[in-house]
């Protein structure tokens, strides 16, 4: 049995049958569907086609055709149709073989300009004509929206069924599925008391890779879910896995569902690429408070999500805000108070054993936006940073601190009862409104909607009143027993004497110092730096800082000044760098060898611009020694020697500056691989115009005699035209 459409010339191709599945799971146990598949082959016999010319394409089994995976067989199939192998395509149905309209397009346009016929199910189509082309448009575009239609009926299911609670996943180390589905604590008493280490340890380290570090120096192993069966496997900490516990809101009692997004994009082979991208706390779907037991307080998790947020890696203009273990006491709190950013932290030198700290802000140089806005040395800072902090801490200065606390926390009391007092009247009204709207008589629509209102009214107040006793309440509760205040000034006496002692890291300095303040606002005046201290909770100390008085810096040389603005016309700071580094010269101040950095900064200094970019106008630009070396096809040497001889131009601005060769087209006809007839070698030419050798090559260097370079074979070098010397032009014009 033939089709109408299907001429001899399909028949003397192949008819390709494509076989294709979703999933492993689908390819393991939806047999029948794959079976309906490999049965178009006795269907392409039907049609007329020989078995040894039906081809099988099953190599996109276990694979998804909604386009964000690679498909080496439908690769292959459209490749040979546009080779003009294909005179048939089966699948069983559209969805087979694309599942965007992207792929199927291009299927169909290729069918079209070569001749290929697609066929289905439900009958054979021609995409070159008109009807079948747009019907088999319209079964593209259906298959497209099916997948969407059943992606989003599935995601709508799960969500719904994660708002009640009741969506089961694979649950984090230290929780298990009861009989009745519900979410408790494991009776694993070792992966119990693992987690609680690891909260506890957290806060006491500081940092999520400081807690992997110390379990991996402990040796303790990590408990990890197995996707086969859910059972427990302890293996070595990394910090993926760490990093993955201890933001899971799980271990805070919160049930959580969609916390992350499905991102696309593309790779530097322009394929396209999806990964998963964690999403915000406040932009989770689903997220259900108090929902299980709870490992830590959700106040705790909060911490959690602060410190990770606090210790992610700053960007190349800001200061990072994780404790290090260098000597700067303000590294991380300390910000510009002329321009408000972050200040950086670097070390200079040796003062004392150890290095010397030095504040600096450099945003604007890091955008290149501007220079340095204002630097100053650490030690003296650090120093009077730490007389306040000491100062603050202890005898008196404690005490009336003490005494300020006791006063607010009785001006807390006093709020907190005139709430609960707004709250009982609010509750009070709440109820009685409720009460008029049971007596209101069910058709009486008009009082009971009015009363109705109210009501609701009435209970968002009482809401809001609950959540401001609730916050209240909080604050009192946290408020210091006499038995905890004197236990921070007996810590407060001995801090002077911890502070310096040896065993003390400069790490528990600055947690200690951020334990109390808030952040440091240094602002440079001349020799003075005002410091604006900002304690937690608010308050406000300033202090100022005397730095030391250092002598001034030797003036710059007006010849270095003089070479670098020449050489700024047409180099770039490192070039201008390298160029001062071979001609051995030192910087002024301390007489180290010159960067680029250093050469920038001496540019800022006397407001000499930066090297502009080469303009559009290729007559214009000239090359390196190299780059002509590349363009001419010869050796630098080569080069060399030509600029010697005048064979190219350039110029050299200073001594061990680069050459600058200016490379015309008139440059590249003088180099030929044969020499003219008649024009005479270099020894040759000398003889015959009876000059000197230097006299001859001065002449070249002037363009007054015609000349070429010859660059292949033995007798390579320079050939003259003796005619076109200024003495024979003398001899010529006399006869």
Not at 445 to 463: C, D, I, M, Q
Not at 492 to 498: G, Q, T, Y
Not at 572 to 600: C, E, N, S, W, Y
Not at 688 to 713: F, H
């Amino acid at each position: 049995m033939t089709h109408a459409k299907i001429k001899p010339a399909h028949l003397s191709r192949n008819a390709y049958v494509y076989v294709r599945q979703s999933t492993q799971h689908q390819v393991q146990h939806h047999l029948e569907s794959q079976q309906r598949q490999y049965e178009l082959r006795q269907l392409a016999q039907t049609l007329g086609f020989p078995l040894n010319h039906v081809v099988v394409i099953d190599d996109d089994l276990g694979v998804s055709a909604s386009g964000r995976a690679d498909r080496v067989g439908f690769e292959r199939l459209v490749s040979d149709v546009a080779l003009g192998r294909a005179g048939l395509v089966l699948g069983l149905e559209v969805s087979r073989l694309a599942r965007n309209n992207r792929d199927w397009y291009e299927l169909l346009d290729l069918c079209a300009m070569r001749d290929t016929l697609i066929g289905d199910a439900d009958g054979i189509y021609d995409p070159a004509a008109y009807n079948d082309r747009l019907l088999l448009g319209l079964k593209g575009t259906m298959s497209e929206a099916e997948l969407h239609i059943l992606k989003a009926r599935m995601l709508a299911g799960m969500q719904h069924k994660a708002e009640k609670g009741e969506l089961r996943f694979r649950l984090a180390p230290g929780y298990e599925f009861d009989e009745g589905g519900a979410i408790v604590k494991t009776n694993d008493e070792q992966v119990a008391q693992f987690i609680e280490l690891l909260f506890d340890k957290l806060f006491e380290i500081g940092s999520i890779s400081g807690l992997t570090k110390f379990l991996l120096h402990e040796g303790l192993q990590l408990p990890r879910r197995e996707r086969s069966d859910g059972g427990i496997r302890w293996q070595q900490a990394y910090y993926r896995a760490v990093f993955t516990m201890i933001t899971n809101p799980i271990y805070a009692g919160i049930y959580a569902y969609g916390r992350s997004e499905t991102v696309t994009d593309f790779d530097a082979q322009g394929s396209r690429k999806t990964r998963r991208r964690l999403k915000e706390m406040a932009d989770w779907d689903v997220v259900l408070q108090n929902h299980h037991a709870a490992y830590i307080s959700q106040e705790t998790f909060q911490r959690v999500q602060q410190m990770v947020m606090h210790n992610r890696a700053a960007k190349r203009e800001q200061a990072s805000t994780v404790l290090r273990e260098g000597t700067a006491l303000l590294q991380g709190i300390v910000r510009c108070g002329h321009c408000g950013r972050s200040m950086t932290v670097t070390y200079h030198g040796r003062a004392r054993g150890r290095s010397v700290p030095h504040y600096g802000c450099m945003a604007a140089l890091a955008q290149q936006r501007a220079g340095v806005c204002q630097s100053m040395g650490g030690h003296r800072i650090d120093q009077a940073i730490s007389h306040v902090f000491l100062e603050t801490l202890t005898g008196a200065q404690l005490e009336s601190q003490f005494l300020a606390l006791r006063k607010l926390d009785a001006q807390q009391d006093a709020v907190l009862q005139q709430l609960l007092l707004q709250r009982e009247r609010a509750s009070f009204e709440a109820n009685r409104i409720e009460r008029q709207y049971n007596a209101v008589e069910p058709e009486n629509r008009v009082v009971a909607r009015t009363l109705e209102t109210r009501w609701n009214e009435a209970l968002a107040k009482l809401t809001e009143l609950d959540m401001q006793v609730a916050d209240r309440q909080r604050l009192v509760s946290q408020k210091l027993s006499d038995s905890e205040q004197q236990q921070l000034m007996e810590l407060a006496a001995h801090l002077p004497r911890l502070w310096v002692h040896e065993k003390v890291s400069h790490r528990d300095r600055k947690a200690l110092l951020r334990a109390a303040i808030e952040e440091v606002q240094l602002r440079k005046q001349e020799r003075i730096v005002n410091a604006k201290i900002i304690w937690k909770g608010g308050a406000i100390s300033e202090t100022s800082i005397q730095l030391i008085n250092l002598p001034p810096p030797p003036p710059t040389p007006p010849d270095l000044v003089d070479l670098v603005r020449e050489l700024a016309k047409r180099f770039t700071d490192a070039q201008i760098a390298g160029i001062l580094v071979r001609r051995r010269i030192k910087t002024p101040k301390m007489h180290r060898t010159f960067t680029a950095r250093h050469v920038g900064d001496l540019r800022r200094s006397y407001d000499i611009s930066r090297c502009p970019d080469p303009g559009p106008d290729a007559t214009s630009r000239t090359y390196t020694v190299d780059q002509t070396a590349q363009l001419l096809n010869v050796s630098p040497p080569t080069v060399y020697l030509w600029l010697k001889l005048g064979v190219l131009v350039g110029e050299q601005v200073t001594a061990q500056a680069p050459w600058q060769v200016q490379l015309t087209e008139v440059d590249r006809n003088r180099l030929t691989p044969e020499p003219p007839p008649g024009w005479l070698t270099l020894s040759e030419a000398v003889r015959e115009l009876a000059i000197s050798k230097q006299t001859l090559l001065n002449w070249v260097k002037a363009r007054k005699i015609a000349y070429v370079y010859v660059v292949r074979g033995r007798r390579s070098g320079l050939r003259f035209d003796v005619n076109s010397a200024p003495k024979r032009k003398q001899q010529r014009l006399l006869e």
